[in-house]
Nanobody
């Protein structure tokens, strides 16, 4: 069974930075496209970023382009989200997700395409 555990959330002032980490259990991490999503109170879960199986391809939501960076370390079964120039509107619970793809390496932006999810980590940006 695959388990995802996020860490690194917290309270930060606007303009600050945070780095989220996601540890993934299992021996087939390199077959997963990985994504980060977020959900603010009263809003639907939204796509933030995704990274391909080798780390060679990435995709970002327009709202975070140029500020956030997704990366992965397949040797450590880890995926990261570096968040810079944070804004109050970035406040949300951030979730790590894994999409098992044995053939294709599509960077899905829809939550329903992901197979496994972490429990989430809270990010709060104060103004």
């Amino acid at each position: 069974q695959v388990q995802l555990v996020e860490s690194g959330g917290g309270l930060v002032q606007a303009g600050g930075s945070l780095r989220l980490s996601c540890a993934v259990s299992g021996r087939t991490f390199s077959t997963y496209t990985m994504g980060w999503f977020r959900q603010a109170p009263g809003k639907e879960r939204e796509f933030v970023a995704a990274i391909g199986r080798s780390g060679g391809s990435t995709n970002y939501a327009d709202s975070v382009k140029g500020r956030f960076s997704i990366s992965r370390d397949n040797a450590k079964n880890m995926v990261y989200l570096q968040m810079n120039s944070l804004k109050p509107e970035d406040t949300a619970v951030y979730y790590c997700a894994a999409d098992e793809q044995l053939i294709w390496d599509v960077l899905h932006t829809t939550a329903s395409r992901y197979d496994y999810w972490g429990q989430g980590t809270q990010v709060t940006v104060s103004s």
